[in-house]
C-alpha cells in the first residue's frame, strides 16, 4: 500500500482543491480523504504497518497524472533522437503517466504492423504509451489508410502531424470516417504556399536574420478551411499546436457555431516569441513557428476562455548534430515533456492567467478526454496515476532523461519540482 499524506489534491476533473490523504492499493485508489492515519488504514484495509509506504506530501500537490497527447518518440526509424523507452523516462520525469504518440515515425503508421510494434514496445514501459495512426498511407495527402482496421487494433486517433492534408476531399472522406469511428482527427495546419522558409516567423527576426520565414497565413488559411470543414461533417476536430491569433479566432468561432473542436497550445508558444530565434538559435525553431507577442498573448486569452481545451509539449527530440547545422538546414522542433509543467506554472499560473486547477485539466483532463480516455481523477475508485509537485518549488533545467537536450530552456529556473510520479500505483519516478 502507498499512503500518501498531507497533500494539496488539485483535480482538474472534479475541481477538488484541499488537504487530503490519499491511500492506494495495487492499481487503484481505495481512499482520499482528510485525516487517514495509520491506523485507520491498517484497520480498513486488514495490512500490516510494515506493508505501507507513506509519502510525506506536506506542502506538495498531489494530482492526476499528466497527459499529452502530441509526443514523437521517433521510434520505429529515428530512434538515434529518441526512443520508447527513453520517451516514457522522459514522461514519468515531468509527471506524465499517460503519451499519445504521433505517427510520423519511419515507417509512418499507416499500417496495423507497425501500430502493433509500438504498442508492444508501449506496453513495456512504466507509463501509458498510446499511438495514433495517418490520415493517409505515406502521409502523402492521396489515399486514405484503413481507418477502420487502425481503430480496431487500438489506434487511439489520426493525424499526419508534421505535413498538412492539402486535399480537400480526402479530409472530407476521413473526416467522415472518423466521426463513424468516433475517434479524432488531429491537423497540423501549415500551407506550404504560404511559407519561404519554415520554423520562424515571416516578420521581424527573419528579415533581420534574412531568412524567409512562415506567414501567419500558413496556419489561418488552413485553419479557416478546416473548422468550416468539421462544422460541415461533425468530426471530432484538434487543431495541432496553434500559433497564430487568427486561428485562434477561427477556432472560437467555430466552437460558438457548435462544432466539436479542439485546439492545443505548447509550452513553447505561449512562453517565447520569435525574439527567442536571436538568442537560442535552431532550440527556437519548430513548425509552427513563434510568433509576435500578441499572438502568444491571443493564445493565453485563449486558454483562459476555454477556446484552447488542451496544453500538450510536441515533444520533439533531434540529435545534437542535427541541431548544430545552420539555422536553415537543422530540423524544428524542441523537446518539451520535461519542462511542460514548470512552463505551465511560470507563464499561465503564476502571473494569475489561470488557477492552477484548470491548469491541470488542460494537462490531464481534457487531453484525455479528447482521445476517448476516462480522465483521472483523485478520487476512491480511481486508477492510481498520480504526479506529486511542489508548486513554487524551483529547479534548474540541466539534464534531461530523453535521450536529446534541444530546449532552449535549459539553464532556465522553473517552479513545479516533480517529486513522485506513480503509474498504476508504482512509483515510476521519484526526484
Request: aromatic share 4%.
Amino acid at each position: 500500500m502507498l499512503l500518501i499524506k498531507n497533500g494539496r489534491v488539485v483535480d482538474g476533473t472534479t475541481g477538488r482543491d484541499e488537504i487530503a490523504d490519499v491511500a492506494i492499493i495495487g492499481n487503484m485508489i481505495v481512499e482520499a480523504e482528510k485525516d487517514l492515519d495509520v491506523e485507520k488504514v491498517k484497520a480498513m484495509y486488514d495490512v500490516l504497518e510494515s506493508d505501507i509506504q507513506i509519502i510525506d506530501a506536506t506542502g506538495l500537490v498531489v494530482a492526476p497524472g499528466l497527459v499529452d497527447t502530441h509526443v514523437h518518440f521517433r521510434d520505429p526509424g529515428f530512434t538515434y533522437k529518441e526512443d520508447i523507452d527513453t520517451g516514457a523516462a522522459a514522461a514519468a520525469r515531468g509527471g506524465f503517466t499517460t503519451v499519445v504518440c504521433m505517427a510520423n515515425t519511419k515507417p509512418v503508421v499507416d499500417d496495423v504492423n507497425v501500430l502493433k510494434y509500438i504498442q508492444e514496445k508501449g506496453e513495456k514501459t512504466p507509463i501509458h504509451v498510446l499511438q495514433t495512426a495517418t490520415v493517409t498511407v505515406g502521409m502523402k495527402g492521396e489515399e486514405l489508410v484503413d481507418m477502420e482496421a487502425l481503430e480496431e487494433a487500438g489506434a487511439a486517433g489520426f493525424t499526419d502531424d508534421g505535413l498538412p492534408i492539402l486535399n480537400e476531399a480526402i479530409l472530407v472522406e476521413a473526416m467522415n470516417k472518423a466521426k463513424e469511428l468516433d475517434l479524432p482527427i488531429s491537423l497540423h495546419e501549415e500551407d506550404p504556399l504560404f511559407i519561404k522558409q519554415p520554423g520562424v516567423n515571416m516578420g521581424k527576426v527573419s528579415k533581420q536574420l534574412g531568412y524567409g520565414g512562415a506567414s501567419r497565413a500558413a496556419e489561418d488559411v488552413m485553419t479557416a478551411r478546416d473548422v468550416a470543414l468539421a462544422l460541415n461533417t461533425g468530426a471530432t476536430l484538434c487543431i495541432q499546436h496553434i500559433s497564430s491569433k487568427n486561428s485562434v479566432e477561427f477556432v472560437r468561432a467555430g466552437k460558438k457555431m457548435g462544432g466539436d473542436i479542439h485546439a492545443e497550445a505548447t509550452p513553447h508558444h505561449f512562453t517565447l516569441t520569435e525574439d527567442a530565434v536571436l538568442e537560442y538559435g535552431t532550440n527556437a525553431r519548430m513548425n509552427p513557428p513563434l510568433r509576435e507577442e500578441e499572438d502568444r498573448l491571443a493564445i493565453i486569452e485563449g486558454i483562459k476562455d476555454g477556446t484552447i481545451d488542451m496544453i500538450v509539449t510536441d515533444h520533439a527530440p533531434h540529435s545534437t548534430e542535427e541541431k548544430s547545422k545552420p539555422l536553415g538546414e537543422a530540423p524544428s522542433g524542441i523537446i518539451g515533456l520535461e519542462t511542460s509543467l514548470g512552463l505551465g506554472i511560470k507563464s499561465l499560473v503564476q502571473p494569475g492567467h489561470i488557477s492552477l486547477v484548470k491548469l491541470m485539466e488542460l494537462m490531464s483532463a481534457n487531453p484525455a478526454k479528447l482521445y476517448r480516455l476516462i480522465p483521472g481523477s483523485i478520487e476512491k475508485e480511481a486508477p492510481a496515476d498520480i504526479v506529486v509537485f511542489g508548486e513554487n518549488e524551483t529547479w534548474k533545467v540541466d539534464h534531461f532523461a530523453s535521450k536529446a537536450e534541444n530546449s532552449p530552456f535549459v539553464g532556465w529556473e522553473l517552479p513545479g519540482k516533480v517529486h513522485y510520479t506513480i503509474c498504476g500505483g508504482k512509483i515510476v519516478y521519484q526526484g
